[in-house]
């Protein structure tokens, strides 16, 4: 009883599993299958991006130079990314806001544009009471006022934005797993 208990958990995980990872797929229009591994190798380099291949091969089963060769895959797949995160305070950077934008017609075309200026380090396209959520990173507030003013109101089809300026940055993280 208890066996047949235990394997009737591992097949409902197992299924569940299996519909997240096809349900993933066809959220984000990816062709790359995740398949367990590949998720477990995600996870640990989540933890700690610089975390060596032969330890993150420990923890999933697999020899370094897999784990090496299915990171690679999932880099070139477009499926994750290795960074360096930094607080943008620290390297000169004193401005942070979000901001809501209404757009008149075609979305993507403004996203599109939004996503061009560097300091646009964040766009979503949203519903509600914004088309686009967009988060941009300036030196200082002339910087933002130029940015906001003349850059993002300058790009056709844009209607009209709401500034939302950082005031504090109290958590951000990246550690949201696999699911």
Not at 70 to 91: N, S
Not at 124 to 140: K, P, Q, Y
Not at 151 to 170: C, D, M, N, Q
């Amino acid at each position: 009883m208890h066996s047949e208990l235990v394997a009737s958990r591992s097949a409902d995980q197992k299924g569940s599993r299996e519909h997240r990872e096809s349900s993933r797929e066809s959220r984000n229009g990816s062709s790359a299958q995740l398949d367990a591994v590949s998720l477990a190798i995600i996870e640990q380099l989540q933890e700690d991006g610089r975390r060596p291949y032969a330890a993150i091969g420990k923890a999933v089963g697999l020899s370094e130079a897999a784990v090496r060769q299915r990171v690679q895959k999932l880099l070139d797949q477009g499926v994750m990314q290795i960074v360096a995160v930094t607080d943008p305070l620290t390297v000169g950077f004193r401005r942070q806001a979000m901001v809501g934008v209404n757009v008149e017609g075609d979305v993507e075309s403004v996203a599109d544009a939004l996503s061009a200026m560097s300091e646009c380090e964040y766009v979503v396209m949203t519903a509600g009471s914004f088309d686009l959520m967009v988060e941009i990173v300036c030196e200082d507030d002339d910087h933002l006022l130029d940015v906001i003013n003349k850059r993002i109101r300058a790009v056709p089809g844009v209607r009209s934005t709401e500034s939302f300026v950082y005031l504090k940055l109290k958590k951000q993280t990246y550690m949201w797993g696999t699911r």
